[in-house]
């Protein structure tokens, strides 16, 4: 079978303009290293591009997608643990000094938990185990709302943010840095519609638009 045509026409544009663009910037990166001081957790859904939500060029971004952008709780055992070695990497490692873990509006993940949650995961389904991880988000969200929100989708979706903001801190390495002062965890929520980027408050955990985004775009305006 052939390679897929359209991406090696997409590839084509990418040397001739992206390429070109930052070619300093990649020669630099390829002598030195990477060296982001941001990670950010998102989900694979092909619309939600953090890169592109964020404007960042090559080496700006560490970036781990998974299925629901979630970030399951430390475990020591001989399991293979893909998002947790990325974690631990960024954190040991590349030593960057921002987690952000961003849902996105009609998550297929979060959705398929919702009409599966009472029904148990077929053996062999990876989706199906992946997705349980929500679990104890659902039960927060059922015994203490944080916010009162109509849409039951919308209110997974953030719950579950929470819930993978509390498992960074499971991770011995992640907890120490964050106590250290030397890392900030931090949430947010991308409306793949809109565009609009809300951002979960530390204190209250509450979803909302931010100010200094808005302040920012009047700016480069």
């Not at 399951?72 to 987690?99: C, F, M, W």
């Not at 943010?161 to 991770?171: A, G």
């Amino acid at each position: 079978m052939s390679f897929p045509k359209e991406l090696l026409g997409g590839y084509g544009k990418y040397l001739q303009k992206g390429f070109v663009r930052h070619k300093e910037t990649h020669e630099h990166l390829a002598v030195y290293g990477q060296k982001p001081q941001v990670m950010v957790i998102s989900c694979c859904d092909s619309r939600v591009t953090p890169e592109g939500i964020f404007h960042a060029g090559p080496g700006e971004l560490f970036v781990m997608r998974n299925v629901a952008n979630l970030v399951p709780p430390a475990e020591d055992d001989t399991s293979l643990h893909g998002t947790s070695a990325a974690i631990e990497y960024a954190v040991r490692a590349l030593k960057v000094k921002h987690i952000v873990v961003m849902g996105h509006a009609k998550c297929g993940g979060v959705l398929a938990f919702r009409e599966s949650a009472n029904a148990p995961a077929l053996k062999g389904d990876y989706i199906g185990r992946w997705i349980k991880l929500l679990e104890p988000a659902a039960i927060s969200l059922a015994c203490m709302p944080v916010d009162k929100i109509d849409d039951p989708q919308l209110a997974m979706e953030y719950a579950g943010v929470r819930q993978s903001l509390k498992n960074l801190v499971t991770f011995p390495f992640v907890a120490e840095q964050v106590s250290a002062g030397e890392l900030e965890l931090h949430g947010a929520w991308f409306d793949i519609g809109s565009g609009e980027l809300r951002v979960m408050d530390p204190e209250t955990e509450v979803f909302s638009v931010s100010e200094d985004a808005l302040a920012l775009n009047v700016q480069s305006a």
